[in-house]
């Protein structure tokens, strides 16, 4: 396995359930023309432990941040982690297909950084504040359980500290209540929510226990240039 060829730092996650099937899957996924690099690799069920792994791009190369899995399952434990820590896993019994399947998510993914980048308005604002006993990941990506206070919270709603003069902590990545996942979560409700840093290399580094704890109130992020969406013309 050592004469496989990866990039280091920049590549999706690859794995087979034969050395000889990963071989022939590295060599087409990095072959001219399709050039797609691979980071690391892995043989057998995608487990957990290759999440993880697939992970670590998350900040440099979020679109690298990815599984892609040659005529093998993915347990139910692999599945929900990478739900939970936005690693994008793609399965398909054929190379060429999950080629094509990667070059779309590529094309999506530019398309949502794009969009992300324009859409500064956060309406309505929301207050969450944190709950005790639900903490599940400190720092990037910050996991923890909220009550919403006021307003509503959608995925990609910004949030900051407003008693640390509104320092930014991230996005609302991913949202869950009653154990299913959810686009938004209303005043009153209860909900896990997952929140990244908007840019790694620029944003402070936030850790829940340090910049803010349990107890305390968080709020939409809202840019100067769009509080001009809310005066009348």
Request: proline share 6%; aromatic share 6%.
């Amino acid at each position: 396995m050592t004469r496989l060829t990866t990039k280091e730092g920049e590549g999706v996650y690859a794995i087979a359930s034969t050395l000889m099937s990963l071989r022939g899957f590295v060599e087409g996924l990095t072959s001219p023309g399709v050039d797609i690099p691979v980071s690391a690799f892995g043989l057998g069920l995608v487990t957990p432990g290759d999440i993880r792994k697939a992970s670590t791009l998350l900040q440099t190369k979020p679109q690298f941040a990815t599984v892609l899995a040659f005529q093998v399952e993915v347990t139910p434990e692999a599945s929900k982690l990478a739900e939970i820590l936005g690693v994008k896993v793609i399965c398909g019994d054929s190379v060429e297909h999950l080629c094509q399947q990667f070059n779309e998510y590529i094309r999506e993914h530019q398309g949502e950084a794009e969009a992300e980048s324009d859409d500064e308005t956060v309406f309505p604002c929301c207050v969450v504040r944190v709950l005790p006993n639900c903490v599940f990941n400190k720092e990037d990506p910050i996991l923890l359980g909220a009550y919403v206070v006021e307003g509503l919270v959608r995925v990609g709603t910004p949030l900051c500290i407003p008693h640390r003069a509104f320092m930014n902590i991230g996005r609302v990545a991913w949202l869950e209540k009653d154990q299913q996942p959810v686009e938004v979560a209303k005043q009153g409700e209860k909900v896990i929510i997952k929140i990244v840093a908007a840019d790694p290399k620029t944003q402070q580094r936030v850790m829940l226990g340090r910049e803010f704890h349990v107890g305390d109130f968080l709020v939409s992020r809202i840019s100067r240039r769009s509080i001009y969406h809310f005066i009348p013309s």
